[in-house]
């Protein structure tokens, strides 16, 4: 089984800066990486996939970047609706045993 | 407009079993693969089991392997789990999801999820 691994557990920041989140495959994933987005009482939504393409209508603010085992969701001028949890999940391992990784908690 | 909607949802003894579904509307289920996930209160997610679009191709994670069963029925645009010899480790809010055409594996419709809990 792939493990994804996310840092940090919980980041962090103030309304307009920019965040930096990081997820880690314990093999190489090539760029079958998704990243959700989760509020609390809500269902995850989906942001990226194939590590940095970003689902229809997501802002321009959201980016993902990364292949292999080392990949990044960036988040430039922080509003008030994006705080919330981020997990992101590896698609590539054939027959699909898709894993997530244990999520970041993005807070003021 | 599209969206999944579970149930089927409940409390359950040990050993016992449940029936979950998923309607879909505002797209034809049988132009998508489908999967299930779950996810323990407060907790991560787990990807359960996965459905092709005509339903030839079917996988599970090793937690259910056995015991769940993954079906669709493309003609009512209905996705089922059949959950038995269910487990207090089973318990958690189980979430029907669609697999994007460009990324199978990433999903990008999600069910609101129905609960499920294991307790005697």
């Known amino acids: 089984e792939i493990v994804m691994t996310q840092s940090p557990a919980t980041l962090s920041v103030s309304p307009g800066e920019r965040a930096t989140l990081s997820c880690r495959a314990s093999q190489s994933v090539s760029n079958d990486l998704a990243w959700y987005q989760q509020k609390p009482g809500q269902s995850p939504r989906l942001l990226i996939y194939g590590a940095s393409t970003r689902a229809t209508g997501l802002p321009a603010r959201f980016s993902g970047s990364g292949s292999g085992t080392e990949f990044t969701l960036t988040i430039t001028s922080l509003q008030s609706e994006d705080f919330a949890v981020y997990y992101c999940?590896?698609?590539?391992?054939?027959?699909?045993?898709?894993?997530f990784g244990q999520g970041t908690k993005l807070e003021i | 407009q599209v969206q999944l909607v579970e149930s089927g949802g409940g409390l359950v003894k040990p050993g016992g079993s449940l029936r979950l579904s998923c309607a879909a509307s505002g797209f034809s289920l049988s132009d998508y693969y489908m999967s299930w996930i779950r996810q323990v209160s407060g907790k991560g997610l787990e990807w359960v089991s996965y459905s092709s679009s005509s339903g030839s191709a079917i996988y599970y994670a090793d937690s259910v392997k056995g015991r769940f069963t993954i079906s669709r029925d493309n003609a009512k645009n209905s996705l089922t789990l059949q959950m038995n010899s269910l487990r207090a480790e089973d318990t958690a809010v189980y979430y029907c999801?669609?697999?994007?055409?460009?990324?199978?594996?990433?999903?990008?419709?999600w069910g609101q999820g129905t609960m499920v809990a294991v307790s005697s």
């Open positions: 999801a669609r697999c994007t055409n460009n990324a199978i594996g990433a999903f990008d419709i």
């Open positions: 999940q590896q698609y590539n391992d054939w027959p699909p045993r898709f894993t």
